[in-house]
């Protein structure tokens, strides 16, 4: 590990200006992602701020959503009762994410940004376009079993490996960010980037930009579902997964949301299937029409062709679970 | 041994002994023995599978703060074992086995050691370690298992059997005949392996390492260095689970003792989990082909059973994998060949159950896929080939209860609820299964020394020089101890893990409890043997006896035909102003036994389980485990024991698979986040069910080994489990969602 220098800041100004002020300064929350990366030699920040004294972890509701802040953790969120009555999807996510000891560290703000684990990015030793931009992407023709099938690159074929952020994107969450520049708000799907050229982003936040909560609106879904297939019961990640927020009334889907986990660079939102559902009936039948929908366009490569059928099962079941 | 002793009777707790010290923190393991003056080391390893170094670039790395050396290949001191030894037979030399760290510049795996980075702090010496770089002569590799076996030329013969006919399934009624895949998987125990070695002068050393056998490394450590073995003092009081990666020495303990010589310091060397992969063995990746032919009765006609698996191109390494089908069940004409794939990576090694743990999972799967064909129940087709005697050698087993074993699991699974048509039960719209398999391993009795210290004060110190990985040794031990003396458990302490003591076996092929605890027999023999003639001799009631005339009794001396008189040994000590008396005893090897008996210890592990029917889920609902073990010591580590290999057995069929990028030649989920072991999510409830006969030959206590047969077995079993939920029968472990999916 290279020595880099620590920092304490309880506010939000003063942690944005200790992050301007040196160039490779990162911010640490829970450090479950940033220092893992550190011992492997995958990031080497010069400095880290560390923010979790900032007074941002309240989760708090109005009329119109529910504000959760970035510092958070990802057990407080889960269990929450605004958040397990009006979001269950969510916490549902939370709980399928990580083991129980990382979710009990890991914040809201830390959980969107973390790194992919695809195993090329985290060993140095080896070829990998978004640790090392021209480097080369070893999964491609290495090993990719845990990789996309939607919105891959010829440079990069990673994936997001967050739960939290599938059911956030379904939600139509928001990212409340604070920079140098001023506060923003992002729609989460946003949020986000497809790796494209420049795998080496992972989202839209700006330089200095520090996330300081997320907003979910307040909604009508009165079916909720997230479902995970994974190759152990947990600690491990999303082969796929699909969240699921229905408003069904007299059993015609009124309103659907829909994205997936596993299959692609950021939480993939499944746009063309909630279009397909609304107005159709809550059925095994439409959900398996919609299963083809969603999977349609994914391309598979030697290992993780099995996503395809997988993905396409995955969405039948989550639907179906979400009505029973 | 006297007469009285009733092992049934178990009248005493059996806890841990070392449970308090293990779960306080106050047990110290290889890496936690703190010493003065201790510098901290940190391999560099290679990024390429297989050419040379050409150039090390070690000039930043010396001059970062608090290096104190950075020893490889130019720069290594000469070690007597590392050097070939002559070729010329007339000439004896010890030449390491293995890896020979630091030697030459050699690559031969990825993940290699070609540098080991001493400084005064761990984190220092990992900064340093980063900064160490190698340019390389890179050559062609392989790396792929799938790829070499097809290769003829790469193949090593490792021993052909014939029985009978050659390939006589093939004239049978009924035959099936298949392939079989099992990854690489690793042992990967919580206890990371970890050496501290510590120079006194030019000659003599200690070293506290994780290591099962004490005296195999002392061994190995006197003569690859040249040293005497007095002078060689290994400690391993407490081990951290190791399953078979601590049976022998890796290149981490040699190059820590070099170290320490170099530094003049005592040197503490841990390796990280990624290095676990790299340098500690595995179980090998393994490809089988069997074929099994009945009759329409399910009499077997022939068997037909052929390996391979991969080795390391610096070193051989084999084990029995197509040997159980050589014996396991009664078949007249059997016969098996085995080869080795030689690739570049590091060497495997025995991991629990080494062998039939491979084995059985062809053997098992195919005779389950007989049993469909035949339309036999698989537990009757297992009966109906049952081995009265061994198939090969034709000698009456020691004792065999496997025919319980059956009969226990049956019941407590449920075996009447199992459908016989594979995907025709559900529950609330899952997939339902049950599966069984059965398990064996060697039994037998090897060498071992122990010495027991009664004192006056009514305790007993028991000691050997063996290891106590995690399966409970020193807890029966100490209960062997309490029952043939008749004192408390928390009279007796047993001494283990250190070279001092009196030579111990290596622990390992589920050995420990009988061969020390043989030895721990003749210890309380001897014990009472003393202490009956020190009453004769000194005491004036005895003085008319014979020693057949006392008889020793929960701590008692009495006359046999006047049991008023008596006195206690602790009296009769301090009478004769010894503070304790002291025996050593040594029980040897069970080679006269073998000659005239098969040894083996059974398991039978039943397995009901869902399957989702869509997304190919799986989840475990029940194992019962059962097993012939002979008469069960202690029964609470026995059973978690047993438990331990389920859940090692749950992750050989479902969850465990190293995966090797063949580009690059480089392992790429070394670590414990893509390596998956099972979690507690994916454990169910695991019944341990034991036989519980004393096997009359082969020690005096009754009991043949665990350790192996709690594993060997599991992974057909849910594989077989899986076939009779769903009909899909899945040949290449592990069984992962994907290959269920329909």
């Given at each position: 590990?290279?020595?880099?220098e620590?920092?304490?800041?309880?506010?939000?100004?003063?942690a944005i200006?200790?992050?301007?002020?040196?160039?490779?300064?990162?911010?640490?929350?829970?450090?479950?992602?940033?220092?893992d990366?550190?011992?492997?030699g995958v990031?080497?920040?010069?400095r880290l701020?560390?923010?979790?004294?900032?007074?941002?972890?309240?989760?708090?509701?109005?009329?119109?959503?529910?504000?959760?802040g970035?510092?958070?953790?990802?057990?407080?969120?889960?269990?929450?009762?605004l958040?397990?009555?009006?979001?269950s999807?969510l916490?549902?996510?939370?709980?399928?994410?990580?083991?129980?000891?990382?979710?009990?560290?890991?914040t809201?703000?830390?959980?969107?940004l973390?790194?992919?684990?695809?195993s090329?990015?985290n060993?140095?030793?080896?070829?990998?376009?978004?640790?090392?931009?021209?480097?080369?992407?070893?999964a491609?023709?290495?090993?990719?079993?845990?990789?996309?099938?939607f919105g891959?690159?010829?440079?990069c074929?990673a994936?997001?490996?967050?739960?939290?952020?599938?059911?956030?994107?379904?939600l139509?969450?928001?990212v409340?960010?604070?920079?140098?520049?001023?506060e923003r708000?992002?729609?989460?799907?946003?949020?986000?980037?497809?790796?494209g050229?420049?795998?080496?982003?992972?989202?839209?936040?700006q330089?200095?930009?520090?996330i300081?909560?997320?907003?979910?609106?307040?909604?009508s879904?009165n079916k909720?579902?997230?479902?995970?297939?994974?190759d152990?019961?947990?600690y491990?990640?999303?082969l796929?997964?699909?969240?699921?927020?229905?408003?069904?009334t007299d059993?015609?889907?009124?309103?659907?949301k829909l994205s997936?986990?596993?299959?692609?660079?950021?939480?993939?939102?499944?746009i063309?299937?909630?279009?397909?559902?609304?107005?159709?009936?809550?059925s095994?039948?439409?959900?398996?029409?919609?299963?083809?929908?969603?999977?349609?366009?994914?391309?598979?490569?030697?290992?993780?062709?099995?996503k395809?059928?997988?993905?396409?099962?995955?969405?039948?079941?989550?639907?179906l679970?979400?009505?029973r | 041994?006297?007469?009285e002793?009733?092992?049934?009777?178990?009248?005493?707790?059996?806890?841990?002994?070392?449970?308090i010290?293990?779960?306080t923190?106050?047990?110290?393991?290889?890496?936690?023995?703190?010493?003065?003056?201790m510098?901290?080391?940190?391999?560099?390893?290679?990024?390429?599978?297989?050419?040379?170094?050409?150039?090390?670039?070690?000039?930043?790395a010396?001059?970062?703060?608090?290096?104190?050396?950075?020893i490889?290949?130019l720069?290594?001191?000469?070690?007597?074992?590392?050097r070939?030894?002559?070729?010329?037979?007339?000439?004896?030399?010890?030449?390491?086995?293995?890896?020979?760290?630091?030697?030459?510049?050699?690559?031969?795996?990825?993940g290699?050691p070609?540098?080991?980075?001493?400084?005064?702090?761990?984190?220092?010496?990992v900064?340093?370690?980063?900064?160490?770089k190698?340019?390389?002569?890179t050559?062609?590799?392989?790396?792929?298992?799938e790829?070499?076996?097809?290769?003829?030329?790469?193949?090593?013969?490792?021993?052909?059997?014939?029985?009978g006919?050659?390939?006589?399934y093939?004239?049978?009624a009924v035959?099936?005949?298949?392939?079989?895949?099992?990854?690489?998987?690793t042992?990967?125990?919580?206890?990371?392996?970890?050496t501290?070695?510590?120079?006194?002068?030019?000659?003599?050393?200690?070293?506290?390492?994780?290591?099962?056998g004490?005296?195999?490394?002392?061994?190995?450590?006197a003569?690859?260095?040249g040293l005497?073995?007095k002078?060689?003092?290994v400690?391993?009081?407490?081990v951290?689970?190791?399953?078979?990666s601590?049976?022998r020495?890796?290149?981490?303990v040699?190059?820590a003792?070099?170290?320490?010589?170099?530094?003049?310091?005592?040197?503490?060397?841990v390796?990280?989990?990624e290095?676990?992969?790299?340098?500690?063995?595995?179980?090998p990746?393994?490809?089988?082909?069997?074929?099994i032919?009945?009759g329409?009765?399910?009499?077997?006609?022939?068997?037909?059973?052929?390996?391979?698996?991969?080795?390391?191109?610096?070193?051989?390494?084999?084990?029995?994998i197509?040997?159980?089908?050589?014996?396991?069940?009664?078949?007249?004409?059997?016969?098996?060949?085995?080869?080795?794939?030689?690739?570049?990576?590091?060497?495997?090694?025995?991991?629990?159950?080494?062998?039939?743990?491979?084995?059985?999972?062809?053997?098992?799967?195919?005779l389950?896929?007989?049993?469909y064909?035949?339309?036999?129940?698989?537990?009757?087709?297992?009966?109906?080939?049952?081995?009265?005697?061994?198939?090969a050698?034709k000698?009456?087993?020691?004792?065999?209860?496997?025919?319980?074993?059956y009969?226990?699991?049956?019941?407590?699974?449920g075996?009447h609820?199992r459908a016989?048509?594979p995907?025709?039960?559900?529950?609330?719209?899952m997939?339902?299964?049950?599966g069984?398999?059965?398990?064996?391993?060697?039994?037998?009795?090897?060498?071992?020394?122990?010495?027991?210290?009664?004192k006056?004060?009514?305790?007993?110190?028991?000691?050997?020089?063996?290891?106590?990985?995690?399966?409970?040794?020193?807890?029966?031990?100490?209960?062997?101890?309490?029952?043939?003396?008749?004192?408390?458990?928390?009279?007796?302490?047993?001494?283990?893990?250190?070279?001092?003591?009196?030579?111990?076996?290596?622990?390992?092929?589920?050995g420990?409890?009988?061969?020390v605890?043989?030895?721990i027999n003749?210890?309380?023999?001897?014990?009472?043997?003393?202490?009956?003639?020190?009453?004769?001799?000194?005491v004036?009631a005895?003085?008319?006896?014979?020693?057949?005339?006392v008889?020793?009794?929960?701590?008692?001396?009495?006359?046999?035909?006047?049991?008023?008189?008596?006195?206690?040994?602790?009296?009769?000590?301090?009478q004769?102003g010894?503070p304790?008396?002291?025996?050593i005893?040594?029980?040897?090897r069970?080679s006269?036994?073998?000659?005239?008996?098969?040894?083996?210890?059974?398991?039978?592990?039943?397995?009901?389980l869902?399957?989702?029917p869509?997304?190919?889920?799986?989840?475990?609902?029940?194992i019962?485990?059962t097993?012939?073990?002979?008469?069960?010591?202690?029964?609470?580590?026995?059973?978690?024991?047993?438990?331990?290999?389920?859940?090692?057995g749950?992750?050989?069929?479902?969850?465990?698979?190293?995966v090797?990028?063949?580009?690059?030649?480089?392992?790429?989920?070394?670590?414990?986040?893509?390596?998956?072991?099972?979690?507690?999510?994916?454990t169910?409830?695991?019944?341990?069910?034991?036989?519980?006969?004393?096997?009359?030959?082969?020690?005096?206590?009754?009991?043949?080994?665990i350790?192996?047969?709690a594993?060997?077995g599991?992974?057909?079993?849910?594989?077989?489990?899986?076939?009779?939920?769903?009909?899909k029968?899945?040949?290449?472990?592990?069984i992962?969602?994907?290959?269920?999916?329909?």
């Amino acid at each position: 590990m290279i020595n880099f220098e620590f920092v304490r800041t309880s506010t939000v100004k003063n942690a944005i200006a200790a992050l301007s002020k040196t160039p490779g300064a990162q911010f640490i929350a829970g450090g479950t992602n940033l220092v893992d990366l550190m011992k492997k030699g995958v990031a080497a920040p010069k400095r880290l701020i560390d923010i979790n004294s900032l007074p941002l972890r309240d989760i708090t509701s109005d009329s119109k959503g529910i504000l959760i802040g970035a510092l958070a953790l990802n057990s407080e969120v889960a269990e929450h009762p605004l958040i397990k009555n009006k979001l269950s999807l969510l916490a549902k996510a939370l709980d399928a994410g990580a083991s129980a000891q990382l979710r009990n560290m890991a914040t809201i703000g830390g959980n969107i940004l973390q790194r992919t684990r695809c195993s090329y990015f985290n060993d140095s030793t080896m070829p990998c376009n978004k640790r090392e931009p021209g480097s080369g992407c070893g999964a491609k023709n290495g090993y990719h079993r845990m990789h996309a099938v939607f919105g891959a690159s010829d440079k990069c074929i990673a994936v997001h490996p967050s739960d939290m952020c599938v059911a956030l994107a379904a939600l139509d969450a928001v990212v409340h960010t604070a920079g140098p520049k001023g506060e923003r708000k992002v729609l989460f799907a946003d949020f986000h980037r497809l790796p494209g050229d420049n795998p080496e982003l992972d989202h839209h936040l700006q330089p200095g930009e520090l996330i300081t909560g997320i907003y979910v609106p307040a909604n009508s879904f009165n079916k909720q579902h997230y479902l995970k297939i994974r190759d152990r019961a947990s600690y491990a990640f999303a082969l796929v997964s699909v969240a699921v927020a229905l408003e069904v009334t007299d059993g015609i889907i009124k309103n659907a949301k829909l994205s997936m986990g596993g299959v692609a660079h950021k939480p993939w939102r499944l746009i063309s299937t909630e279009q397909f559902l609304v107005g159709k009936a809550a059925s095994k039948e439409t959900f398996t029409e919609a299963a083809a929908v969603a999977m349609t366009g994914a391309v598979g490569l030697t290992h993780n062709r099995f996503k395809i059928k997988m993905g396409k099962a995955a969405v039948r079941e989550a639907l179906l679970q979400a009505i029973r | 041994m006297d007469k009285e002793i009733n092992y049934t009777e178990s009248y005493f707790a059996d806890d841990r002994v070392d449970g308090i010290e293990k779960v306080t923190g106050k047990a110290k393991f290889a890496a936690e023995h703190p010493l003065a003056e201790m510098a901290y080391a940190v391999f560099v390893c290679s990024t390429i599978p297989k050419g040379a170094i050409k150039n090390m670039v070690l000039y930043e790395a010396r001059n970062a703060p608090g290096v104190l050396d950075i020893i490889y290949y130019l720069n290594c001191p000469t070690i007597p074992g590392h050097r070939p030894y002559d070729k010329d037979p007339n000439k004896k030399g010890f030449e390491w086995r293995g890896l020979k760290v630091f030697n030459d510049n050699i690559i031969y795996s990825n993940g290699q050691p070609i540098a080991l980075v001493i400084a005064d702090t761990l984190e220092r010496a990992v900064y340093a370690a980063s900064l160490v770089k190698a340019e390389y002569v890179t050559e062609d590799f392989i790396t792929d298992f799938e790829k070499g076996k097809k290769d003829e030329a790469l193949l090593k013969k490792a021993g052909d059997y014939k029985r009978g006919e050659a390939d006589a399934y093939k004239t049978a009624a009924v035959f099936v005949e298949d392939e079989y895949t099992i990854p690489i998987e690793t042992h990967n125990p919580m206890e990371l392996h970890a050496t501290t070695a510590v120079w006194e002068g030019d000659n003599k050393l200690t070293v506290y390492d994780k290591s099962q056998g004490p005296k195999g490394t002392q061994a190995e450590l006197a003569r690859n260095f040249g040293l005497d073995e007095k002078n060689v003092r290994v400690v391993t009081e407490y081990v951290g689970g190791a399953f078979g990666s601590a049976l022998r020495s890796w290149p981490h303990v040699p190059a820590a003792v070099i170290a320490a010589r170099k530094v003049k310091r005592p040197v503490k060397l841990v390796l990280t989990r990624e290095q676990m992969f790299t340098m500690v063995g595995y179980r090998p990746h393994a490809w089988q082909k069997i074929a099994i032919g009945a009759g329409k009765d399910g009499k077997l006609v022939g068997i037909s059973h052929h390996a391979i698996s991969n080795t390391s191109t610096y070193e051989d390494f084999s084990e029995g994998i197509v040997g159980v089908s050589q014996f396991l069940y009664d078949c007249p004409n059997v016969n098996t060949s085995y080869k080795l794939l030689p690739l570049n990576i590091n060497t495997p090694t025995w991991m629990r159950g080494p062998g039939p743990a491979t084995g059985c999972f062809a053997l098992e799967c195919a005779l389950d896929d007989l049993s469909y064909k035949l339309n036999i129940d698989p537990i009757e087709l297992r009966l109906i080939n049952y081995a009265e005697v061994h198939p090969a050698s034709k000698l009456p087993w020691t004792s065999k209860f496997l025919k319980e074993c059956y009969a226990l699991g049956k019941e407590k699974i449920g075996w009447h609820n199992r459908a016989a048509i594979p995907g025709s039960l559900k529950e609330n719209g899952m997939l339902v299964g049950y599966g069984m398999a059965g398990g064996v391993f060697g039994a037998g009795r090897g060498q071992a020394a122990a010495k027991g210290i009664l004192k006056s004060d009514g305790s007993l110190v028991l000691q050997s020089a063996v290891s106590d990985m995690g399966p409970g040794t020193s807890t029966a031990m100490v209960t062997i101890g309490a029952e043939l003396m008749g004192l408390p458990m928390n009279k007796i302490k047993f001494e283990l893990g250190d070279t001092d003591l009196p030579p111990g076996p290596t622990q390992g092929g589920s050995g420990s409890t009988s061969a020390v605890g043989a030895a721990i027999n003749a210890v309380c023999d001897s014990l009472k043997q003393t202490l009956k003639e020190m009453a004769i001799q000194q005491v004036p009631a005895f003085s008319t006896a014979k020693p057949e005339d006392v008889q020793y009794k929960k701590g008692m001396l009495f006359f046999k035909s006047d049991k008023t008189i008596s006195i206690s040994y602790t009296d009769l000590l301090q009478q004769s102003g010894k503070p304790e008396i002291e025996v050593i005893k040594d029980s040897a090897r069970a080679s006269a036994e073998a000659q005239k008996y098969a040894m083996h210890s059974f398991s039978v592990h039943f397995v009901k389980l869902q399957v989702h029917p869509v997304t190919g889920v799986i989840r475990l609902e029940h194992i019962v485990s059962t097993a012939d073990a002979g008469k069960i010591i202690t029964p609470k580590p026995a059973r978690s024991q047993m438990v331990g290999g389920a859940v090692g057995g749950i992750g050989m069929a479902l969850t465990e698979e190293v995966v090797i990028d063949h580009h690059f030649g480089r392992y790429v989920n070394s670590n414990f986040g893509d390596y998956h072991v099972p979690v507690n999510a994916d454990t169910p409830i695991i019944d341990v069910l034991f036989a519980d006969k004393p096997d009359p030959i082969i020690n005096p206590m009754g009991s043949k080994g665990i350790g192996e047969i709690a594993l060997v077995g599991v992974a057909p079993a849910i594989a077989n489990a899986v076939y009779n939920a769903t009909g899909k029968r899945v040949r290449e472990l592990p069984i992962t969602p994907d290959k269920l999916l329909s």
